[in-house]
């Protein structure tokens, strides 16, 4: 059975061209960038033709605002703790009920460990933020709003640019974790007010554990870690220069690619879309259809568990995912679906696809073929569905 990987969301595939990039900084090139000698001089030089490569990328106004990290959660955790230390006096956080486990987990730890304030703003049934509740939520203590810029689950896209804007108004930094916006959506940092920004290599095929945080020039940055002056004291630690080459190499594809992102990519998550809801009775997309990432898809199927599905999908030689992979293991519905108020007969069959530039057709074909005597075999054993297709109880909300 030929392989069909649908889960893009959760890493990606290292680019063979970021490989090949990467190669000569595990041998020949292995010097310290800090050396005073030609061993440190040469990857010095490729660190920095990496920084701007990743300042092309995020269209950042300057190389040094950014700093490399070891992945997504770290650059959220370094932007938070950081902003409850240079904003004297604020000690309130205003993130979402639908962020990734990075920021949620964070804040659950600052509200309990620290009495940090931390408001969770809710989301509508397709996934959008209630703004007019974050511009409540904003005021004198808020030390830092963070939100994401895309999400992980739905791909529903947040307007960023606009709530940093509010943030300033009341005097708060702004943090946005655009771990999946970036590589799949066109953005200017010069021309947004966004403080601070994190993102993650294996999310735009670069290898794991590689990451960075954007810090506008002239914010002020607490390092999480200490010791020596890498990252102009910002991130101490001998730099991952592999990595951060790879990073680099990763970000100059994933703009070359963008547009490949918005129309071939698209059109295949379309087609997979269009083509599932037709022949699946009682599927719902969730999400939000206006305003999301062109590469992903969550799809609640009703009356089914997902765990069930991915477990007859990968029999069937494709991956996907349900929910997010940090919540699946356990048998709640995501907390992505529960903040949208999906049905709780939906959410529990809740399916994300999720695509890059290595799809081909050919998936999504797969992927039509197997799903419905998938769903149809899940629903024969399910307490819920009935033959004729009526539900034999109401579904209950979450
Ligand atoms: C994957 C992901 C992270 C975590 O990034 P890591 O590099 O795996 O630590 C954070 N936020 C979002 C939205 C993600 O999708």
Known sequence: MRPVYLDNNATTRVDPAVVQEMLPYFSEQFGNASSMHAFGASVSGALKTARERLQALLGAEFDHEIVWTGGGTESDNTALLSALETQGGRNEIVTTQVEHPAILNLCEWLQKSRGIKVHHI??????????????????????????????????????????????????????????????????????????????????????????????????????????????????????????????????????????????????????????????????????????????????????????????????????????????????????VLRAMKVPYTAAHGAIRFSFSRDNVEEDVDQVLEAMPPVIEKLRALSPFWSKNGQTQFAPSYV
Not at 189 to 207: C, R, T, V
Not at 230 to 241: D, L, W
């Open 122 to 335: 809710p989301v509508d049934a397709r996934g959008r933020l209630d703004v007019e509740a974050y511009r409540r939520a904003l005021g004198p203590k808020t030390a830092i709003a963070s939100i994401m810029w895309a999400n992980n689950e739905t791909g529903t896209i947040f307007p960023v640019e606009t709530l940093a804007e509010l943030a300033h108004e009341a005097g708060a930094l702004f943090h946005t974790d655009a771990v999946q916006a970036v590589g799949k959506l066109p953005i200017d940092l010069k021309n947004s007010e966004i403080d601070l920004l994190s993102l993650s290599g294996h999310k735009l095929h670069a290898p794991k554990g590689i990451g960075a945080l954007y810090v506008r020039k002239g914010v002020r940055l607490r390092p999480m870690i200490r010791g020596g002056h890498q990252e102009r004291g910002r991130r101490a630690g001998t730099e991952n220069v592999p990595g951060i080459v790879g990073l680099g190499k990763a970000a100059e594809l994933a703009l070359a690619h963008m547009e490949e992102e918005n129309t071939r990519v698209r059109a295949l998550r379309d087609r997979l879309e269009k083509g599932l809801v037709q022949r699946i009775g009682n599927a719902i997309v969730t999400g939000d259809q206006d305003s999301r990432l062109p590469n992903t898809t969550n799809i609640a199927f009703e009356f089914v568990e997902g765990e069930g599905i991915l477990l007859l999908l990968n029999k069937a030689g494709i991956a996907c995912s349900s929910g997010s992979a940090c919540t699946s293991g356990s048998l709640e519905p995501s907390h």
